[in-house]
């Protein structure tokens, strides 16, 4: 029934499809060309002729040379990374811990706690950013990795959370009913059992976890103030731009840079992460 | 915990504290308690301790290094009378109601392109997810760059195909930078959006899709007919989440306008962030984000009613 013309196939599949992927794609090739091209050809007006406006004839790594020498950008890069694996891994733990007691577990109360996660989940950062920073300093974790290695599960456990309460929810109870059988401990068979059959969604969880906590800009905007103690996105915004003048090749290159640990790790768990979500939805 | 019993078998004192231990587990409640502490302590001490501090800093005068006092509701009172706060109040509405309504109409229809059969599929699905998962802030560069008042490629195509005589200026006026971020927020978003509803519409059967069309529907009305009815409880979902997210947006202004020019983009949140950070009057500055607060309350009130009639259904 899905028979086609040929045209109309143009017409409504590869046509928009085309569309759509230069409207997706292209900020991204011209990070790399902008990135990539000499300071003389970058700064020409919209005025201006140019042979070449899609692309350069003498590429040069100088702004990546500049980016690594003369700013903390390595550093940057190794907090992001630190920070957001061991936020994605605090999350990952709670989340699958009170997920499985919100899925499986019977106790008092068990819905309004899962209501109230889920509406944390709401809460967003720029809500609470004031009063928190406070906090922070009267804890004394301000300017340390530890102020968003703490702070950044508040956002990512009741999303890993309800993704995994999902994702234990389809996996049938027989399981754990034979393992326990078996003599195993509820707690052992949680993790021998659930947890092990789980991993696709806990990848899933963990994936998302992962870029959110990259990604998170306002926090680590507020709580760090060493140059060396900054993440990505907080230090290519406060060090490459001084005064009013902004480094694009340099900026450029920093995005480019910052962007493919990410892309990256999605690129090889998206299979999972579409299954994964999937089975949330489903559930 | 659980290896513990094994190790135990040699030592047994040990062996008695542990399976102590186990037994005590082996009570429902006791184990979701323990299983839940962790993660509730982490969202007590720095959700829910900030939302209640936020309500108190927002009726006191505190500033940076001093307490101040309580002033009852006059930051509110003066934020309602502040004209930025007012256009800030305005363009939150709009970037939030028109970018919801792009990423749906444009996510849906992209979701509807993906679900078909063709070559490099996997590759193309991957890479429309880009913007969702690179930095933001990172990307908004990217725009910015691209909407340059002297250097934009998207002038020079415009300007050397005949189509403008004078350049557009993208961030340099307030209506049209307001614009320039609903579509960068709608680049950024429905990627999100097309990957979810994918999800599920791989979860709808093909055979009530041969079944319309033997009635004789044609594409549109299998769409809305079919497809949009079963796809509805997915949408919702996702529009919450992307309203939510949407309404309390602060990095893609940031990096895009500042809030500029004169004050003219400024969201609630960006707005707060002058204020309360910036210029260090934190109580009229969590005064300020706290009026996002009835919306998102709202917002979230219509979600879990919702979700409530789902499962009642």
Known sequence: MLIERKWKKWLYFYLPMAVFILFTLFPFYWMAVTALRPDHELYRTWRQASATPFWTLEPTLEHFRGLLQTTAFPKWLWNTMLIALVSTVISLICGMFAGYALARLKFRGSEFLGTAIFVTYLVPQTLLFIPLADIIRDLHLGNTPWALMLTYPTFLIPFCTWLLMGYFKTIPKELEECARIDGATRFGAMVRIIFPVAIPGILSAGIFAFTLSWNEFIYALIFMSSADLKTVPVGVVSELIRGDIFFWGQLMAGALLGSIPVALVYSFFVEYYVTGLTGSVKG | ?313
């Open chain 2, 1 to 313: 915990m659980g290896a513990g019993s094994a190790a135990g078998a040699a030592l047994p004192a040990e062996h008695v504290r542990v399976s102590r231990l186990t037994r005590l587990l082996e009570s429902e409640k006791l184990l979701a308690s323990v299983l839940l502490v962790p993660g509730l302590a982490i969202l007590l001490i720095f959700i829910a301790y900030p939302f209640v501090m936020a309500l108190w800093y927002s009726l006191t005068s505190i500033r940076v290094g001093d307490p101040g006092q309580f002033v009852g509701l006059a930051n509110f009172t003066k934020a309602w009378n502040d004209t930025i706060f007012q256009t800030a109040f305005k363009n939150t509405v709009f970037y939030t109601f028109w970018a919801t309504i792009f990423k749906l109409a444009l996510g849906m229809w992209l979701a509807l392109l993906l679900n078909r059969t063709f070559r490099f599929k996997r590759i193309i699905r991957a890479s429309m997810l880009l913007p969702f998962i690179v930095p933001t802030v990172l990307s908004a560069f990217a725009w910015r760059w691209m909407f340059d008042p002297t250097f934009s490629v998207m002038n020079w195509v415009l300007y050397h195909s005949g189509v403008i005589t004078d350049r557009l200026p993208f961030l340099s006026d307030g209506d049209w930078a307001m614009w320039c971020a609903v579509l960068v927020n709608t680049w950024r978003g429905m990627p999100f959006f097309a990957i979810t509803l994918l999800a599920g519409l791989q979860t709808i059967s093909p055979d009530l899709h041969e079944a319309a069309a033997l009635d004789g529907a044609n594409a549109w009305n299998r769409f809305w007919h079919v497809t949009w009815p079963l796809l509805l409880p997915v949408t919702l979902v996702v529009v919450v989440f992307s309203v939510i997210q949407t309404f309390s947006d602060f990095q893609l202004i940031y990096v895009l306008t500042g809030g500029g020019p004169a004050n003219s983009t400024h969201l609630i949140a960006t707005y707060a962030y002058q204020v309360g950070v910036a210029s260090g009057l934190l109580g009229e500055g969590a005064a300020l984000s706290l009026f996002m607060f009835p919306v998102l309350f709202a917002v979230v009130w219509i979600q879990l009613r919702f979700m409530k009639r789902m499962e009642g259904a």
